[in-house]
């Protein structure tokens, strides 16, 4: 099992309870999103020199790397952790590990 500190205090974290069903979306775009797919479109033409031609053809007139990509992904996505370091503890195995309330007990 893998410990790690929250970043956050917990008190901020919302105790509300979420209530799904099958038209529930789970993940959508949000502003970061959307800002993450715009740089990411812009390091590749950018990078590429990419043309658009008619009928969905696309025309390289710049050679590069993936490293060269990389890099530029690299440079503006790097943010580091922001957790501090995992603390592994191994549990000793025992009863039923599918079940919740045997979990419990391991960890105890």
Do not use: R, W
């Not at 529930?24 to 043309?51: A, C, G, H, P």
């Not at 000793?92 to 979990?103: F, L, M, S």
Request: aromatic share 8%.
């Amino acid at each position: 099992m893998f410990q790690f500190q929250l970043p956050i205090d917990i008190s901020y974290i919302s105790n509300e309870i979420f209530h799904l069903n099958e038209t529930t979306q789970l993940f959508s775009y949000n502003q970061i999103s959307n800002k993450v797919i715009e740089n990411l479109t812009l390091i590749l033409k950018e990078s590429l020199d990419i043309i658009y031609l008619k009928s969905l053809e696309v025309e390289f007139s710049h050679i590069t790397t993936v490293e060269i990509i990389n890099q530029k992904i690299i440079d503006i996505y790097n943010i580091g952790s922001k957790c501090l370091p995992a603390h592994l503890v191994i549990l000793e195995a025992g009863g039923n590990p599918n079940k919740d309330t045997e979990i419990s007990l391991a960890c105890e």
